[in-house]
């Protein structure tokens, strides 16, 4: 059964620092999915990452993949207030398995 | 194209009574998807469909039941709603790739 970690689960942060969220996962998947959750609203698609070493970025966030530590990172690179949401991984197996979500609180 | 769009948007039940939930999808998808999301909690695995007419339960289907006889069409039944079941529910579409969600119905149980 797969089972996925996040850490940070909460992170507060200063505009234009930087910092990054973990995703674990506890068995083999071949393709990994970000989304990002804003209060009250459904889920947006960041990225998804389909392969060892893959690499995306998107703005001021990246993430990457190494398939083989089953470890996926969601990089931040000098946060703004506006990126203040909620984070979620989803490796994918037979179905997508959310992690609990990293809530991301920037502060001016 | 309106992506994926859900019945009804909000809802109140009593303990007791039964709905559904509907989900709508215009990308022909194969797969769909029902979750649900607890205050805090990341997203619990209903129910899912890798196909019309196929179903198959997720990590939380006691209490719920699905229907797919159209492959645009996902329904979520709840026959006799608890309070556990007071939260916020989601459908998700997806080739299978990426997954496109609705905005979601918000449902409440008193």
């Known amino acids: 059964e797969l089972k996925v970690e996040q850490n940070p689960l909460f992170l507060s942060m200063q505009e234009g620092k930087n910092y990054t969220i973990y995703c674990n996962y506890s068995t083999t998947s071949d393709r990994l999915y970000w989304y990002r959750q804003d209060p009250g609203k459904s889920l947006e698609s960041l990225f998804v990452l389909l392969s060892n070493g893959a690499v995306k970025q998107e703005g001021r966030l990246m993430a990457s993949l190494d398939t083989k530590a089953r470890l996926s990172t969601l990089h931040i690179t000098a946060a703004v207030h506006d990126l203040s949401a909620t984070y979620f991984c989803a490796p994918r197996g037979q179905n997508f398995v959310f992690g609990p979500g990293t809530r991301l609180s920037v502060l001016p | 194209n309106a992506g994926v769009t859900q019945t009804p948007k909000f809802r109140v039940l009593k303990t007791g009574q039964s709905m559904t939930l509907l989900c709508a999808q215009d990308?022909?998808?194969?797969?769909m998807y029902w979750y649900r999301q607890d205050p805090g909690m990341g997203l619990r695995l209903i129910h899912y469909s890798v196909g019309e007419g196929t179903t198959a339960k997720g990590e939380v289907p006691d209490g719920y039941n699905v229907s797919r006889l159209k492959k645009q069409n996902f329904l979520l039944g709840l026959e006799s709603a608890a309070p556990s079941q007071t939260s916020v529910y989601f459908c998700?579409?997806?080739?299978?790739?990426?997954?496109?969600f609705g905005p979601g119905t918000r449902l409440t149980v008193t």
């Open positions: 990308m022909n998808h194969e797969y």
């Open positions: 998700a579409s997806s080739y299978p790739g990426t997954g496109y």
